[in-house]
């Protein structure tokens, strides 16, 4: 048994490290995503999945790497209010958006450009 927990805690930091990595790339490639989409639904979109993935990733990485149990639980209910509010307020972002009227971009991009395609 302390084999087990030995090795577990030699591969604790490299899983938690790695975890972080990933949260952070899935992090830039929301950002790229808000910055590419065409119009505000599709970059509320790429924006509210990527962040709460990433934001996911990463406090799961952190706890992996965190000292003590204190740590966890404090991480813990962190994500607990991000996965509660970041979907709510998107949520509440896009009604808003429909409510005043804002319209998603129906087709092909070149087709409402008047460009070539």
Same mark, same amino acid.
């Given at each position: 048994?302390t084999e087990l927990?030995? #090795?577990?805690n030699?591969?604790?930091?490299?899983?938690?490290?790695a975890?972080l #990595?990933?949260g952070?790339?899935?992090?830039?490639? &929301? =950002? @790229?995503?808000v910055l590419?989409f %065409?119009?505000?639904?599709t970059r509320l979109?790429? *924006?509210?999945?990527t962040? +709460?993935?990433?934001? =996911?990733? /990463?406090i !799961?990485?952190?706890a $992996?790497l965190a %000292?003590?149990l204190? @740590? !966890?639980v404090k #991480?813990? !209910? !962190?994500?607990?209010? $991000?996965?509660? +509010?970041? %979907? +709510?307020?998107?949520?509440?972002l896009?009604?808003? /958006?429909? +409510? *005043?009227g804002?319209? %998603?971009m129906?087709g092909? #991009?070149d087709?409402?450009?008047? &460009?070539?395609?």
């Amino acid at each position: 048994m302390t084999e087990l927990l030995e #090795l577990w805690n030699a591969f604790r930091p490299m899983l938690g490290s790695a975890l972080l #990595l990933v949260g952070a790339v899935l992090a830039v490639i &929301g =950002t @790229v995503g808000v910055l590419r989409f %065409p119009d505000f639904y599709t970059r509320l979109h790429a *924006a509210s999945v990527t962040d +709460t993935a990433a934001a =996911t990733l /990463a406090i !799961v990485g952190m706890a $992996l790497l965190a %000292p003590s149990l204190a @740590v !966890v639980v404090k #991480l813990a !209910v !962190v994500w607990l209010f $991000l996965f509660l +509010t970041g %979907p +709510t307020s998107s949520h509440a972002l896009a009604n808003a /958006a429909h +409510t *005043a009227g804002l319209q %998603p971009m129906i087709g092909r #991009l070149d087709e409402r450009d008047g &460009g070539e395609g």
